[in-house]
């Protein structure tokens, strides 16, 4: 190995000053610009999240007053779901794979790619201008008429910054669509794609019906504050329920766009570190469509307690359990691969078994949740909290840190430390849990949320609570020390150390501007990991080392 | 390199991969309208619902002879894009220069009859606000708040597609002149083709806001 050397030319230094990057068409670029970006809004909203934890140690509010509470909670969730979670895995990870899995020299539309980037930047800082420097205080879900008559006046500035950075997510999802129609290579059947890509592509479906939904209804309440059109305000005979509607008709495929293209990323390492075909390619492939249609029609279930009609909560609560359907298949063929696999825990697929049993609870405790009479009775508690946060931190942000480990040597032609890997990925389940669990039991027992005073009797399990945070939040640290480390010294990774099957991995790490020398020919379906008898697999297998260019299977076999 | 091939950007194959991808991709921006669209017109349907007598009142204050004019305007545009895009085709781009100036003029005509239009509504106080009255009622049971909300609906979805048609007719503008350069032949003309598909989209929802606003009574 000591031969191993990274390629002389690639898109890292194939041009070095400020511009090259800022103006930069290329899709890996632009992939690391947002990787950059959104390491800094996940910075923002995760210090919001420890300062109300620590709040939340004691019953009473003796570190900040409610009004700094709740703009911290605010900050907390505008920042994480829209300037994080939404854009997390399509926008670092689809934008560097999308086309090499393809096999496309980039993604169809480069320079609106390059735009979506630059809204995506206006949006946030606006966004984060506007609740840090004006104070917003209305939640993620900036509901009226609190949030167009009684909240202050930032609300509007917020709300064109998430209008704005909308546009970004709309980009990204016609750019995907775009390229996955006409760009693939020659061989590259719509069956033969890596699930990753159909991952993506059924996410982009959600942004791109879903998002201008969101701009609309966000336009609305600006129209509202600004002019009093009256649309949402009872007074003037408008209809409060009709935002919430509009809201969730987006924000709840949303919560999809947040795991849609982790199961994605799932699909790629589970396979590759159970050395086996991914079982049921067909059934993991289409459920991701269906999920993407069915998840424009379950939007109500956020409303059962609102006054909606009860014949409406009977076909959302339907709806709702059938959503759990699809998703539940992608789990059951995630386990039947793993199941007499050749099994090897490295750090991604430590991310992935913890996305794979974090991700059941989360699902489960949804189709709890949308039976009405169990939420009218955990409505807007930590129940909820903590359901939805095993999807979106348990699931989605571990699967996109186990993306980020499967890729890294890919991005940038060199090896994470393995060890510490395993460990921080430990820590950050760890931490996750004790988080979490005990908002469920908190919720059932009655604790509201979006409040930062209680009831003494809840304070042991708050204390847990906020005891796992802040393990959680020094797991996170830790990967970000060490892939910093890694840059210059990691280990050379050489074009495919997983010994992984796909476009990618064949080609140089890290690739060419044009990712490859010469377009690909694909002749053979994704996943051709060989049957497991016929390969006698080392004791070290995969562990440490790099498997050399010419061990590779060749793709034409 | 054959003049086709001078338009194909390096990550393309071809020009067909290229021509399919634009297309496709303005298809798709076409939905991502349509759900824009799709917010404002579920909130309507919502409060006519609600309430239907006011919506029918409101309706009644509408310009009848505008809108229809309007709807003509419109109608006609689109064919003469069509036509223009058909002419580029077969490879007649002085006759597509002209049909494209035609578009223009007619696009313009439908802004200033819509124009007219707000002017009388702001003349007649039907302008939701503070300064709003209803005047005289054709149906004198209806609560004038909820007329009101009738014209906040009119002026957001007429607005907005007004909006739309200024970035049309810029547009249109654009590859007029493109076209008058010479830039454009059955070979290469995709700018046309989907600025001619925005073109007819923006028409279509003029012919769903006609009825909605100008003719349910
Ligand atoms: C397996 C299918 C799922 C079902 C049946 C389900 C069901 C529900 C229900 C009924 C609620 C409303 C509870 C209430 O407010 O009273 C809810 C809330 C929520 N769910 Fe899920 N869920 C599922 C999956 C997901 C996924 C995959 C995510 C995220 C990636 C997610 C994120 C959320 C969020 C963010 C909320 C709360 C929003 C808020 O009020 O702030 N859910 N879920
Ligand atoms: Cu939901």
Known sequence: MSTAELPKRHYLNANYNVWSWLLTTDHKRIAILYMISLTFFFFVGGVAAILFRLELMTPQGDLVISETYNRLFTLHGVVMVFFFLIPSIPAVLGNFLLPMMIGARDLAFPKLNLLSWYLFMAGGLLAIAAIIGGGVDTGWTFYTPYSTTYANSQVMAMALGIFVAGFSSILTGLNFIVTTHTMRAPGMTWFRMPLFVWGQYATSIIFVLGTPVLAITLALIALERGLGIGIFDPRLGGDPLLFQHLFWFYSHPAVYIMVLPTMAVISEIVPCFARKRIFGYRFVAFSSVAIAVLSFLVWGHHMFVSGQSLYAGLVFSFFSMLVAVPSAIKVFNWTATLYKGSISLDTPMLYALGFIGLFTIGGLTGVFLATTAIDVHVHDTYFIVAHFHYIMVGGAVMGYLGGIHFWWPKMTGRMYPEMWGRVSAVIIFIGFNLTFFPQFILGYLGMPRRYHVYAEEFQVLNVMSSAGASILGFGYLIPLVYLLWSLKYGRIAGPNPWGAKGLEWMTPSPPPTFNFDETPIVTEEAYAYPPLSDEPLPDDFLSDVPVADEQREPLRS | ?217
Request: charged share 10%; hydrophobic share 55%; net charge negative.
């Open chain 2, 1 to 217: 390199m054959s003049t086709a091939n001078t338009h194909v950007a390096h990550h393309y194959d071809d020009a067909e991969q290229q021509f399919d991808a634009a297309r496709l991709g303005m298809w798709i921006f076409l939905a991502t309208e349509v759900m824009f669209f799709g917010g404002m017109f579920t909130g309507y349907t919502t409060c006519r619902f609600m309430y239907p007598a006011a919506f029918a009142e409101g309706s009644s204050h509408m310009q009848l002879l505008a809108g229809t004019l309007n709807t003509a305007v419109l109608l006609l545009s689109s064919l003469t894009m069509a036509l223009a895009v058909r002419s580029v085709q077969v490879n007649r781009p002085a006759v597509a220069v002209r049909l494209l100036m035609v578009t223009l003029v007619l696009g313009f005509v439908f802004l200033g009859i819509k124009g007219y239009e707000y002017a009388t509504k702001f003349a007649e106080h039907h302008v939701p606000g503070a300064a709003f009255s209803l005047g005289e009622a054709h149906n004198p049971a209806v609560n004038p708040q909820h007329v009101e909300l009738f014209f906040a609906f009119y002026f957001l979805l007429t607005g907005f597609h007004a909006l739309h048609m200024l970035i049309g007719v810029t547009i249109v503008a654009i590859v007029a002149v493109q076209t008058w350069r010479g830039q454009f032949s059955s070979a290469y003309f995709t700018p046309l083709e989907i600025t001619g598909l925005y073109w007819h989209f923006v028409d279509i929802v003029w012919v769903f806001l006609f009825p909605l606003l100008y003719l349910i009574h």
